[in-house]
Every structure is written in C-alpha cells, then in structure tokens.
C-alpha cells in the first residue's frame, strides 16, 4: 500500500476528499521546513501579523518579518529559543538523568551549562549541524510553535498503533485503566486555524494537504472528528498550558501531558449550553425588496406591513433609521405596536451621539434611550458605532455609564461598540471596561481605519466600486479577542466593498457559519446583521425545483436565511419558528411575489 494511500485510510477520508502528501528534505529542521511550507503556500488564508510570533519577529527585527508575513525555519527556532525558561533548561536536565535517550546530548561534554547556551543550541539550524546536533523539534517547540502562530498542529502516524500512540512501555499502576486514546493522532494547541503533518518511524515530518487546503479550519475539516477525541490541549485558547495536567517524557523524546478530568466535569462538558443564534438585516424597509422579498400586492412600499413580513421570517433587525436622528414617539409607538413580543430589536445610537463631536455626546444618548423606553420588552441592543475619527477611552465609557444608571436606569439591554479607531479597538483598558460591563466589542470585518460608504466618484454608484475579498470572520475573532469582552456577540456583514453592494457568495458563508458555529459552542450568543443591498442578479430566472424559497430574495434577506440555515445545520438543529406567522390570504396565494 503506498503512504498516500496508508494515510487515506488511517484518516478514514472519503472518495469525496483528496489527499496530498508534500514532502520536505530530511534534515534537523523537516518540522520547521513544514510549517514554513504548508504556510506559504497561496491557499493559506491564515493573518500572522498580529500572533505572538509576528509581534516578537516585529520586536526582535527579524528581517524577513517586514516583507512577508510567513516565518522562515529560522525565525521560528529563534523564537522558540527565546521562548525557553530556567524551568525548562532543568526540565531537560532531568530527562537527561531519567534516560531518555533522547535527551542525551544535555550529558555529553559539549551540552549547554546554562539557558543562554541552551538558547544558543536550540538556534542552531538543523540543516546545517545536522540530526542530533541541534534541538529537535520535542513537544516544547511544538507547543511553542502552535502558541507562537494561533495554530493548531496536527500530527498523524500511521505506523503507531491504535490505543497506543507515543506512551512509554510500562505496566499500569494501581487504578489505573488502558487508554483508549488513538496513538497514531496528536494535537498540539486549540486554535480554529490548523496544519496536518505525517511523522514517520524516522522522526521526519511531511505536510499532508486536504482537499487542497494547506491551512484549515479544524472544526469543519473531515478529521476533526478523527483528531478532536486525542487533543492534548483542549482547553481555551487563551490558557495553551492546562493547569490540571501533568507533564511526562515519553519513548520517543516527546513531552505530552496526560490532562485529568474528574467525572463530575465530564458530566457538565457532556451539558454545556449552546448559545443562541439571531440572524438578519439592517433595516426593514427597504424599496428594493418590493417583488425581491416584499410582495408587491399586499406589501409593496408600506413600512408597517413590511416590518409585519420581515417578521414572519426574521427574528431580529438592526434599525440603522435611528442614526439619522432620534425618532419621534409616534415612531416608537408603532414599532411597539407592530412587533412581537418575541422579536429582539437592536437599535443604532443617533450620529449626534458618535459623530459630531470630539468625544462621546452623552446627554444624547440618554435622551435617546428615555426616547425608546416604550420599547424595553423587545429592545435588546442599541449600537454604538465611532467612526475611524472619534477615539473612545475609558473615562468615556464611565462617565457614560454613570449617566444610563443614574438618567436611563430603565433600560437593561446591552451597549455593543463598534471602534473604526484602532487606537480604541486595540485599547486594553477600554477591553477591561467591556469586559466587566459585559458590553461585546462589535466584530465587523474590514472595519478599522475606514469610511465604507460613498467612496465612488458618484458616491453609491456602482461604475468604480471597488471589490475585495472580505476579511475572515475567524481572523478577526482572534484579533478582537470578542470572548473576553461578552456573553453576546454581535456581527455586522456588509459585502464586499464600500458601496455595500454585492452578495456572500457560499464559500464565504460557511466561513462565517463555522466562526459563528465556534462561538455558540462557547455558550455564547451571537447577533448577526447583513448589509448589503444588490438585488437579484436574475429575477425572472426560474427557481430550480427544490431550491429554498430565499434563492431568488434580494441579497441581504437571502444572505441572512442562508447563513441562518448554514449555522443550526452545523448542530443539527431545527431553525426557530419566527415571531410571526404568515397570514392566511386569497392574496398569499394569488398575489405576484
């Protein structure tokens, strides 16, 4: 059987999944060699610049940092050389004096004295000394690596035997029971981001590539389920060393560490709440999606019939309307009027809040709110976007919090701030304040710096709109550090370039399910709101038999329903019965749609 054909078969991959195995030369650095080159390579989608290893290349002037954002095999033994403690320079003493023969060279009379020799020596390029004249890659480098890049490391072997992996030979002590862990896989690290690499009995490391993607998402990947069960590391990404487990040298030279969790834990994991998913658009009323999404008969151009229909699909919206100015109390009686009890409102702060002045305009804000008091059943949210000129600090945010206690006490939904600034967006004291208030840090991709909105010379036009390919969704969780501001995410999706033009096309959907997905699984809920307004590109297209009825809406409802339908199939649930339901009409059925 050849190698590729032995790896299909321990990864159990279907015919529906390919397989390819990139070699790298044997040498002292394959470990290295690999990342580097799985790294590299054009379908990497993966942003190093801001990991702890791209922030110390930066610090350390590490020449080849500044014109790619790939590490050479070089880089990253420096880093893991730097990494090295006094701990672990006695940590390999003492394998050394336990026997392990791989850990010999810290007895031979050229061994390192001390943890500046020991840095010296883990520096030194394999390539160049050779095996055994230069730090391996043990369990230490790979775990620096993974930490060093936000990337999980996956290892297979598929001569290992089943059950037993990379444990010592050894009798079980008293009360102890076989492991039932798969010796032919090991993860190094938590992170959604991940590589894939073959160890061989000759201690020399390939890159495996599936379905032609060198870095990839590791919950969606065909051998998360293959992998996940042996995870030496999973725990939350913000704590890479488990303190309950224990550290042990095994028959191979690596360190892995045997994680304890009691019976009672593993009970409450097996309960662990998934949170709550709530999808939909900015605004409801919307002259484009009269014949697109809205009926033309018995909807047309009515906004309150509109907001009716949209909740018979939807269970929540984004009121941009508000940041034009606050509405009247005519206004706010008729949305409380109109919408369900179960609907969830989230209301956009008024620009004379964020936009007008050099800081925070608070006493607008409360005025606002006392505006919207009728509506504190449904209003779960109202959005603070600062645009890129407007630097937020904490002494804002406190003042601004004493004034909703003491002015707006009414009001118990969240406050979820948007920073285009990035001195705000990257401010940790503002990130402490968010924390404790509980208030999310709003993720909205391709945000920071920019105007989005009105860049073409015609200004909304469409004859210079520029295109891009939107940021990823799991990129900026992992720079937003959104789970440590809030129970509740809030996501803001607004196309693929400054006009808010254009539609998510599928690929780009299920990155985002799957970051959505990540984030649920954390018992967290997410919000979720689409702005991007192109109508159907065919609307007099015949729907395909079976299609979903959304196939042919205008862009932002039919994003929002796919996405929705991408991220409760991801935990095999039913989607939500919607605040309304559709009501029973001669015209529902006769009405042009």
Same mark, same amino acid.
């Given at each position: 059987?050849?190698?590729?054909s ?5 990864l159990q ?14 040498s ?11 790294? /590299?390579r054009?379908? /990497?989608?993966?942003d ?13 002037d590490?020449?080849e ?13 420096? @880093?893991? /050389?730097?990494?090295l ?17 791989? @850990?010999?060279w ?6 390192? &004295? ?13 390539r ?20 060093g ?19 010592m030979k050894?009798?079980?002590? #008293? &009360? ?42 590791l ?11 042996v ?5 939350n ?7 309950n ?7 191979d ?7 304890k =969790?009691?019976?009672?834990?593993? #009970? ?10 709530y999808? &939909? ?6 002259? #484009? ?23 018979? @699909?939807?269970s929540?919206?984004?009121?941009n309307? +508000? ?6 109390e ?14 969830r ?15 925070? %305009?608070?006493s ?29 600090d ?42 404790? %208030? ?21 200004g909304?036009?469409t ?32 196309? +693929? ?7 998510? %096309? /599928? ?11 990540s ?27 079976g ?10 409802p ?16 039913? =989607?939500?019965?919607?605040?309304? #339901? ?12």
């Amino acid at each position: 059987m050849s190698r590729s054909s032995s790896l299909r078969q321990t990864l159990q991959l279907s015919a529906d999944h390919t397989l390819e195995v990139l070699s790298v030369e044997p040498s002292g650095d394959c470990f290295y060699d690999c990342i580097h080159a799985l790294l /590299a390579r054009r379908d /990497a989608t993966v942003d190093l610049t801001t990991s702890p290893m791209g922030l110390w290349s930066r610090d350390h002037d590490a020449n080849e940092w500044s014109t790619s954002t790939i590490p050479s095999s070089q880089t990253m033994r420096d @880093y893991v /050389a730097d990494q090295l403690t006094s701990e672990q320079f006695d940590l390999y003493r003492m394998y050394a004096t336990a026997g392990v023969l791989e @850990y010999s060279w810290m007895t031979s009379a050229n061994a390192p &004295g001390n943890l500046q020799e020991l840095r010296d020596f883990a520096k030194r390029s394999g390539r160049r000394h050779g095996p055994g004249k230069c730090l391996w890659a043990d369990e230490f480098a790979l775990r620096t690596v993974s930490d060093g890049l936000h990337l999980t490391i996956l290892i297979v072997d598929d001569q290992a035997q089943s059950g037993r992996g990379f444990s010592m030979k050894r009798k079980r002590g #008293k &009360g102890e029971t076989n492991s039932h862990t798969d010796g032919r896989f090991v993860s190094i690290g938590n992170y959604r981001s991940a590589v894939i690499l073959h160890r061989s009995r000759r201690e020399h490391y390939n890159c495996l590539i599936i379905d032609s993607l060198s870095v990839f998402d590791l919950e969606t990947s065909p051998v998360y389920s293959r992998c996940s069960s042996v995870n030496v590391d999973n725990q939350n990404c913000n704590e890479p060393n488990p303190k309950n487990s224990e550290t042990k040298p095994v028959s191979d030279g690596r360190v892995l560490p045997t994680t304890k =969790i009691d019976s009672k834990k593993e #009970k409450n994991l097996t309960k662990q709440r998934i949170g709550k998913f709530y999808c &939909g658009c900015a605004g409801f009323s919307n002259s #484009k999606w009269v014949g697109n999404f809205y009926p033309k008969t018995i909807v047309g151009n009515n906004s309150d019939r509109q907001l009716s229909h949209y909740q018979e @699909y939807f269970s929540t919206v984004e009121v941009n309307s +508000t940041f034009y100015g606050v509405p009247s109390e005519a206004t706010v009686s008729k949305w409380k009027s109109l919408c369900s009890k179960s609907f969830r409102l989230v209301l956009k702060a008024p620009k004379a809040v964020t936009h007008e002045h050099e800081s925070l %305009n608070i006493s607008t804000l409360v005025f606002f709110l006392n505006r919207m008091q009728p509506l504190r059943d449904i209003l779960q949210c109202v959005l603070i976007q600062c645009p890129r000129t407007l630097v937020v600090d904490v002494t804002q945010l406190e003042q601004m919090k004493k004034a909703w206690k003491e002015e707006a006490s009414w009001y118990a939904g969240y406050f979820a701030f948007e920073f285009r600034n990035k001195t705000s967006f990257y401010d940790t004291d503002v990130r402490d304040f968010l924390t404790e %208030n509980k208030w999310p840090l709003v993720m909205h991709p391709d945000s920071l710096e920019r105007s989005t909105i009105g860049t073409s010379v015609a200004g909304r036009g469409t004859s210079d709109i520029i295109e891009y390919e939107p940021q990823l969704l799991s990129e900026l969780a992992q720079t937003g550090l959104v789970t440590s501001t809030s129970d509740m995410v809030y996501v803001r999706l607004h196309g +693929t370039n400054d006009e808010h033009q254009g539609e998510y %096309n /599928a690929r780009q959907l299920r990155n985002i399910a799957s970051q959505i997905h990540s984030w649920r699984m954390q018992g967290l809920d997410v919000y979720c709101f689409f702005l991007n307004d192109l109508e159907p590109l065919a609307v007099a297209c015949p729907q395909k038999y079976g299609a979903d009825p959304w196939e042919r809406w205008a862009a932002m409802p039919k994003n929002a329903k796919h996405l929705e339908k991408l991220v409760f199939e991801l935990t095999g649930e039913q =989607i939500p019965e919607a605040p309304r #339901k559709p009501r029973s009409t001669l015209l529902n059925y006769f009405a042009k749609k």
